[in-house]
Structure formats: structure tokens, C-alpha cells
């Protein structure tokens, strides 16, 4: 009876050696798998950060495009083109030629009103010069928003982009830092059993 | 206790834990300084070019009108000379005939100040787009180089430095409009019957080129 209740004693052994080894090597996969998800999940969370702050950056810009701003930038650049030039327009007066005091009233007459002519049509070409030149000032100052914040996206995304370079490093470190030995008691239980079932397979100790 | 640890299992490998974290907390620490260094010399770009506002090209712009207005207004005042010296010499400064040539001049300084001063609004959006552009070299260096206080110190630099379009002295514009007058005072001076005075005189004379109308005789 002695070498049966031996070999079957070695083989429960064994096999809760193999079940001892086989858990601390799930476990220990498990605990590194975690860690590296969490790595994961931290660098996830930094990268939803540098996300919101660049759509923050992008969502600002997209309100120049909003309904009815553009066409109140227009009207601002327009009007501001208008004013720079009119108000740079001097206002032509007969006085300027020295008529003598016989001079007819007809020609008095005729000379304030070509003058007044002058600076009314003066006066047009500028408004209708303001107002071409304001498309390319409301132009330009798009561009120039959008330059702007295409800059702070591009830094927000040298951030990311390091995050991202970042992590499969840290991944590996936290990988490598929650790795544990595996115990002594799988290997000695596995072996312990095995011996005792090869001797009584022999017909006793 | 290492034979203990060995034996139930479950000790971690050496301090490597320790050492992993460390090394981690480390990465994330200098990361989170670079970061904080791009952002700290970003706000120092942005205050350095916070003088480039809209006052700044205001008073650019008003700087280039300022600049051609005195040239445009001296060339008029001469101009004006001359053709009234032509008509009045030829008996038709006081009729319409000379007062359409008259407002044809002042439609010209009107023209050339219209010009100028689209120009000007012109050269302050050139300028703008060239501060912008410096300010976004800036930023690139900014992001490479991390260190907030020698990029705030060139950004600073590079505020000083920024110039304007060069200017250049504003041509003769209203010698078109003195064409005409040009070609008669040469063809009467030169005709056998001349009609204006100063042609009439004998001897080398001219036409009064400038001043307040005068003309010179028989020098």
C-alpha cells in the first residue's frame, strides 16, 4: 500500500507545485500588464489634457468665423482703410490761385466748384478704395490668427509628442518595477512529488 | 530574510521597484520643468510683442503719410506756380479754361495723398506680417531651446530690432500734369511770334520753373 499512497502523495505534489508556479507566473503577468496600462492610462490622461488645450486654442480661432464676425471685420477694416485715406485727402479752396479783384464771378464760381468736384470725387475713390483694401486688411488679419494659432498648437503638440515618446519607456520601467520573483515552493512541491513517485514507481524508498 | 523572501515568494527583484519609480518620477519631473520653461518663454515672447499693437501701426502708418504729405504739398505748391505763371502769361489764368487746369492739379495732389495713404496702411500691414513672423521664429527657437530667459532676452532683441519698409523720396507727380504747358513754353520760345512774355524779351530767357511766379528775362 505504502509505495501507492506514495506515488499518488508525489503526484498531488507535483501537481500542486506545477499549479503554484503556473499562478505566480499568471499573477506576475498580471501585475506587470497592470502597470504597464496604468503607465498607459496616466500618459492618456496628459494627452486628453494637451487635447482640450489645443481644440481650446482651435475652438477660439473658429469664433472668427462665426456668423456675422467676419462681416463686422470687413466693415471695421473697411472703414478704417476709408478714414486713413480720406482723412489724408487735403481740401482743394479757390483761394490758392491769386486771382486779381477784377477777376469775373463766373470764374470765382467755376473754380470753387471744380475744386469742391476734386474733393468729393477724392472723397469716393477712397471709399471705394477702402473698401477693396479692406478685404486684403481682414485677409491678413486671419492670417495672421491663424498663425498665431497654429504656434500654440504646434507647442501644445511638441508636448504630446513627447508624452508619447515618453511612454513605452515608461511602460517598460513600470513593467520591469512590479516584476516578482516567483517562490521557491511551486519548483521544490513539483520536484518533492516527482521524486516520491519515481521512487515508489520503483517499489519503495 | 532574503532566504525567506527566496522561499514563500513574492519579493520583488532587488530595490528595481525602488529604482523604476525613481527613474520615472525623474522622466515626468524633467518633462513637466521643460514644459513649464516653453510656457514660462511663450508669456515672455508675448509680453515682449505685446508693444506691437494696434496704436504701434497707428502711428507707423501716420509716420509714412508724414513723411510723403510735406514732398506731395511742396511739388503741388510749385507745380501750382508754374501753371499759374503759364496761364497768366497767356491771358487765361482768370477764365475757366484756367480754372479746369487748376482743379486738374488738385485732383492730381488729391490722387497722389489717396495714394499715399493706401500705401501707408499698405506698409503697416507689411510690417505687422513681419513682426508676426519674427514672433513665430521665436516661438520655434522657444520650443527648442527651453530656456525662458535667453529666449525672452532675444525676443526682447528682436522686438528692438524689427524695421520698417525703407522709403524712398516721392517722384515728380505732377509733371504730367505740366506737360502740356512744358511743350507750349518750349515751341513759343522757340516760334518767331511768341506769345509769352519772358519769350518775347529777347536774350535767353525761361519760364518761371519754381517760387511764387516769378519769371527771368533776357539773362
Known amino acids: 500500500m505504502l509505495p501507492i499512497a506514495a506515488a499518488i502523495t508525489g503526484g498531488l505534489a507535483s501537481g500542486l507545485g506545477g499549479l503554484i508556479s503556473q499562478r505566480e507566473a499568471e499573477e506576475d503577468a498580471r501585475r506587470r500588464t497592470e502597470a504597464r496600462m496604468a503607465s498607459l492610462r496616466r500618459s492618456l490622461a ?95 488679419g486671419n492670417a495672421l490668427g491663424v498663425a498665431d494659432t497654429g504656434r500654440r498648437i504646434a507647442t501644445v503638440n511638441d508636448f504630446s509628442r513627447q508624452e508619447a515618446a515618453m511612454l513605452p519607456m515608461e511602460q517598460d520601467l513600470a513593467e520591469a518595477g512590479a516584476a516578482k520573483k516567483p517562490s521557491l515552493w511551486g519548483p521544490i512541491l513539483s520536484a518533492g512529488g516527482n521524486l516520491a513517485a519515481s521512487f515508489a514507481g520503483r517499489g519503495g524508498f | 530574510m532574503s532566504w525567506f523572501s527566496n522561499l514563500i515568494g513574492g519579493g520583488k527583484k532587488d530595490d528595481t521597484a525602488a529604482q523604476t519609480a525613481a527613474l520615472i518620477k525623474e522622466m515626468r519631473d ?38 510723403y504729405n510735406p514732398q506731395i504739398a511742396d511739388q503741388y505748391a510749385r507745380a501750382k506756380d508754374k501753371m499759374v505763371a503759364t496761364l497768366a ?85 505732377f509733371a504730367s500734369a505740366l506737360n502740356t504747358f512744358n511743350s507750349f513754353n518750349k515751341a513759343d520760345s522757340m516760334s518767331m511770334s511768341p506769345k509769352m512774355p519772358w519769350n518775347t524779351m529777347g536774350g535767353t530767357s525761361s519760364a518761371p520753373l519754381s517760387g511764387r511766379g516769378s519769371a527771368s528775362y533776357g539773362r
Open chain 2, 89 to 173: 502769361g497767356r491771358g487765361t489764368l482768370e477764365s475757366t479754361v484756367g480754372a479746369g487746369k487748376i482743379s486738374d492739379l488738385a485732383k492730381t495732389r488729391a490722387e497722389s495723398e489717396t495714394q499715399v495713404a493706401n500705401q501707408g496702411v499698405d506698409a503697416a500691414s507689411q510690417m505687422r506680417k513681419q513682426i508676426d513672423d519674427t514672433k513665430g521664429n521665436l516661438y520655434t527657437l522657444n520650443s527648442s531651446a527651453a530656456d525662458p530667459a535667453a529666449v525672452s532676452a532675444r525676443a526682447v532683441g528682436a522686438a528692438s530690432a524689427v524695421t520698417g519698409p525703407s522709403l524712398s523720396p516721392l517722384q515728380n507727380v
Open chain 1, 46 to 140: 496628459r494627452q486628453d489634457a494637451f487635447a482640450g488645450e489645443a481644440r481650446g486654442h482651435f475652438d477660439t480661432r473658429m469664433g472668427d468665423y462665426a456668423p456675422g464676425v467676419q462681416d463686422t471685420r470687413l466693415a471695421d477694416a473697411q472703414g478704417a482703410r476709408t478714414e486713413a485715406i480720406t482723412s489724408n485727402i487735403t481740401v482743394p479752396t479757390a483761394d490758392d490761385v491769386p486771382y486779381s479783384r477784377s477777376a469775373p464771378a463766373v470764374v470765382r464760381g467755376t473754380l470753387a466748384k471744380r475744386m469742391l468736384g476734386v474733393f468729393n470725387d477724392a472723397t469716393e475713390r477712397a471709399k471705394t478704395a477702402g473698401a477693396l483694401g479692406g478685404y486684403g486688411d481682414t485677409w491678413q
Open chain 2, 30 to 67: 524633467r518633462e513637466d520643468t521643460r514644459i513649464a520653461k516653453v510656457r514660462e518663454g511663450q508669456a515672455g515672447i508675448d509680453t515682449a510683442f505685446a508693444q506691437f499693437d494696434q496704436p504701434y501701426f497707428d502711428k507707423f502708418k501716420q509716420t509714412y503719410t508724414d513723411y
